[in-house]
């Protein structure tokens, strides 16, 4: 079903939900076949408008803020599971209250706030909080430090010297999370590396949280490793393991349009400037960084084509992106349509220098537009004061 993206509004984050339900089907029946739990991250994905839509097919979702918590609380109806590296004296009682597991980053804050779980679950045993551990393994194949929990002197996780040769009283779950759009065979080394610091240590554990990166809706990716490597965690060790992929259920599934405002000549270079910002919209372009790619457009410069960099409405100097080539030259008021844009990237928008944020909107399966949400003057001063 192909889309007119030239009569959407621009910028705007367009989900194609047929492709959301795909990744979500897939990803259901990795579940079902390994027997484990797969949650929705919502550091990668936290449109709320779709989790109608996520709730068909996953069971939980994990929070890394009490802000998200509650966005899980409302939308999806679950008590979340929640990983926060510290938590804060004044919002614990409340992160209590709204998850179903806790994992802390550090023996200090579970010592700091065992008590308090403890209680908890005696006056509510219907709740029971399932408290765990980060654990850090010591190894990651994740290329960007900025992206990477492993790095000497990282903060994330507990090494193994930290320990004893049992879990803490109350700990019940082990946590690590080391991947970054990884495949399976990225796990399985990483695995190792697990079982060889905390091998006798999952064996106390009733369950382990395998946290994110494993991008099971990527093509190519093999699946049947992923559900054999969790089935014999299962077996081994005889715990519950728990997957919360941030990319793999966001993978592909949506847009981000923008329009051409100008054309420039800077020294020689034909630079297209955007209603879209790589520094406030698209910032993991720059952070990562990597090139997005763009609908009918030539990934990298072609002899003999036009060739633009794009860059976006920001003051930033450094809020462009090149260069890109297409059949026909560029044209003020042309759309430009980037690729693969609905997770992290949405969740990561600003306003720096007041611009928009971009409007959001699904593309349903029956071959129409709903605009979810626009913004303006009061979304940008609401961030300040």
């Known amino acids: 079903m192909s889309i007119d993206f030239t009569t959407l509004p621009s910028p705007c984050f367009v989900l194609e939900e047929r492709l959301l339900r795909q990744n979500l089907q897939l990803i259901k029946g990795v579940m079902d076949e390994a027997g484990c739990q797969i949650i929705l991250a919502l550091k990668g994905f936290s449109m709320f408008s779709a989790f109608p839509i996520v709730k068909e097919y996953l069971p939980g979702a994990t929070a890394s803020s009490l802000n998200e918590i509650k966005l899980i609380n409302e939308y999806l109806g679950y008590p979340s599971h929640t990983y926060i590296p510290a938590y804060k004296d004044n919002e614990f009682d409340e992160v209590l209250v709204r998850s179903s597991h806790i994992t802390f980053n550090s023996l200090s804050q579970w010592s700091r706030f065992k008590d308090k779980v403890s209680a908890y679950n005696a006056a509510h045993p219907e709740a029971n909080v399932s408290c765990g551990i980060r654990v850090n393994p010591q190894y990651s194949e994740v290329d960007t430090d900025m992206y990477n929990p492993c790095v000497p002197g ?50 106390q554990a009733k369950w382990l949280n395998m946290g994110g990166g494993h991008l099971m809706t990527r093509e190519g990716y093999d699946i049947p490793k992923l559900i054999q490597l969790v089935k ?125 944020l971009p409007s959001i909107g699904i593309f349903q399966q029956n071959g129409t537009f709903k605009l979810v949400k626009e913004y303006g003057y009061d979304s940008f001063k609401d961030r300040l004061s």
């Open 232 to 356: 014999r965690l299962k077996e081994k060790y005889q715990l519950d393991v728990i997957l919360e992929p941030g990319s793999a259920i966001a993978w592909r599934t949506g847009y981000l349009t923008s329009t051409v405002l100008d054309i420039v000549n800077s020294q020689g270079i034909e630079v297209a400037i955007l209603d879209t910002s790589f520094a406030a919209h698209m910032p993991d372009t720059l952070e990562m960084p990597y090139k997005p790619r763009i609908l009918g457009a030539y990934h990298e410069p072609q002899v003999g084509k036009p060739t633009y960099r794009l860059g976006g409405m920001t003051c930033l100097a450094g809020d462009f992106m090149g260069d890109y080539s297409f059949d026909q030259p560029l044209e003020i008021g042309q759309t430009l349509v980037f690729d693969d844009m609905i997770h992290y990237t949405m969740v990561k928008t600003t306003t720096f220098n007041g611009v928009n």
């Open 154 to 203: 990282s903060r994330l996780g507990v090494t193994r010297d930290h320990f004893g040769e049992t879990l803490p009283e109350g700990i019940e779950g082990i946590h690590f999370h080391t991947l970054c759009e990884n495949g399976s065979d990225v796990l399985e080394r990483t695995l190792e590396a697990l079982e060889a610091r905390f091998g006798d240590l999952l064996h």
